[in-house]
């Protein structure tokens, strides 16, 4: 065999192995497992999503402690469920004077999260998507905290 | 026997005098109040609940030994926004809740038959960004409208301090100052405004250019206490005054917010006019 041919031959398996991996690496897209893991990582990837993935993971933990950041502060925020309505569950937390308020209904959330100067609301967009806004833009490093 | 009863006396005072009391809150939805709130993929159940936690959660930070409950949720109450111009355009006080709740398509019904302390009306009239108080006033009803585009803040937790006797600041906010001294003279939010900060409690507004200049306001999350401070990195800076403590009003008038429901009404008239009178004799017997 030609030197040339054994180049041509070698080019074409290297990027038959290549289109093989490349559909290798699409291929678990399409498994339910691995649509739920790339969904969720997806959507830690994206800050306004990220509280909500962190809250319906500590929902579904029973979890006492949802972890957090938000404006570059990292919050830790312990507390717990209660039914405050009938039909929603409603996981109130507190990291010192910092408050997290998050409602489920029906698998959707909705959030309220206060840091002491600037209030973040989560709101559900459809589906798994979600929306953190703040609807007055407040200063959040200047105050460390409120006490009695 | 007389010291048994005396000494079961000072018990019961002594023990309620910390104790939390419930508010029970009626909500009601206009159908635009609700049609908002589900624009933007809210439920009525969600909604309330979160109000519910904010309010108690404030309650709690704030130090005051109260926390509401939901008395349920009724939604399309009223025929349109409309219906909440008449009585809005009341003064806060100026009329008696009792009135407004007469002539306000069964509102007084809805607080009666759901054993309510408070009715709340979720609104969401366009152009008004605020919520209503008509409370300190009715002699068992206090009545709270809050618009549902300032729902996700702390409005209704706000609304339900004036049920409860508290009033704006007294001075110097930008809007609504607020210089009555009942039912109790330190009623007021609290402001605070230099170079460095700006800030105002719940129930308080923006403090005004008073020739400081402050790029940014704050609300902090708490009824104005002149016991709490806040810890920033300069210093520590108040949140209450002689004139402004919300948190004793509240503590205050909790027991009274607290009865406003038929039903305790109903059993502080029969402990009055039965029970009472059969201890008074069995005590002196």
């Known amino acids: 065999m030609k030197p040339r041919y054994l180049i041509a031959a070698s080019m074409a398996v290297l990027c038959g192995a290549a289109w093989s991996q490349a559909t290798l690496l699409g291929a678990p897209a399409k498994t339910p497992a691995a649509t739920e893991s ?52 409603t996981w109130i937390g507190r990291d010192g004077d910092a408050s997290a308020i998050i409602t489920r209904e029906n698998g959707i959330l909705s959030g309220h999260f206060d840091t002491v100067g600037k209030v ?20 959040v490093a200047t105050y460390e905290g409120v006490g009695k | ?33 609700k049609a908002y709130i589900e624009s933007f993929g809210q439920t009525m159940a969600s909604i309330t609940a979160q109000e519910v936690a904010k309010t108690n959660n404030t309650f709690f930070l704030s130090g005051i030994d109260a926390q509401i409950e939901s ?24 009329t008696d809740a009792l009135d407004w709740a007469s002539k306000s ?18 609104s969401n ?22 618009d549902a585009l300032v729902i996700d803040e702390y409005a209704s937790t706000h609304e339900i301090g004036h049920t409860m006797g508290a009033h704006h600041q007294s001075s110097g906010g930008q809007w609504f100052n607020d210089g009555r001294s009942t039912p109790y003279i330190y009623g007021h939010g609290f402001w605070y405004r230099s170079a460095a900060h700006c800030y105002h409690t719940i129930m308080s507004s923006p403090s005004a250019d008073n020739g ?47 009865s406003y429901r038929v039903a305790s009404w109903m059993k502080r008239q029969v402990f009055i006019t039965v029970i009472g009178p059969m201890l008074t004799t ?4």
């Not at chain 1, 929306?131 to 407040?138: C, G, H, N």
């Open chain 1, 38 to 89: 790339g969904r969720l990582a997806a959507l830690r990837k994206e800050p306004h999503t990220q509280l909500a993935v962190v809250a319906a993971d500590a929902f579904a933990l029973e979890s006492n402690i949802i972890s957090v950041d938000l404006d570059g502060k990292s919050f830790r925020f312990v507390g717990s469920k209660q039914t405050l309505v009938p039909g929603t569950e």
């Open chain 1, 120 to 139: 973040y609301v989560l709101t559900h967009l459809g589906g798994a998507r979600y929306a953190l806004r703040t609807k007055v833009p407040r200063p």
């Open chain 2, 1 to 33: 026997m007389i010291r048994v009863a005396l000494l079961f006396f000072a018990l019961l005072v002594g023990s309620s005098a910390h104790a939390i009391t419930t508010i029970r809150v009626l909500f009601l939805f206009t159908p635009e109040g």
């Open chain 2, 71 to 94: 008395a349920g949720i009724i939604p399309n109450i009223c025929c349109g926004n409309a219906n909440f111009l008449l009585p809005w355009t009341m003064t806060e006080e100026g």
């Open chain 2, 105 to 122: 398509l069964g509102v007084a019904q809805a607080h009666d038959a759901a054993n309510a302390d408070i009715v709340m009306i979720i």
């Open chain 2, 125 to 146: 009239y366009p152009g008004d960004i605020s919520g209503r108080s008509f409370g300190w006033k009715g002699p068992y009803k206090a009545i709270v409208g809050v």
């Open chain 2, 212 to 258: 400081v200049p402050c790029s940014s306001d704050v609300e902090i999350s708490r009824f104005s206490n002149p016991a709490q401070a806040i810890y920033a990195n300069d210093g520590v800076f108040p949140l209450g005054s002689s004139l402004a403590n919300n948190v004793q009003v509240l503590n205050n008038t909790k027991s009274q917010v607290g």
């Open chain 2, 282 to 285: 069995l005590i002196l017997e």
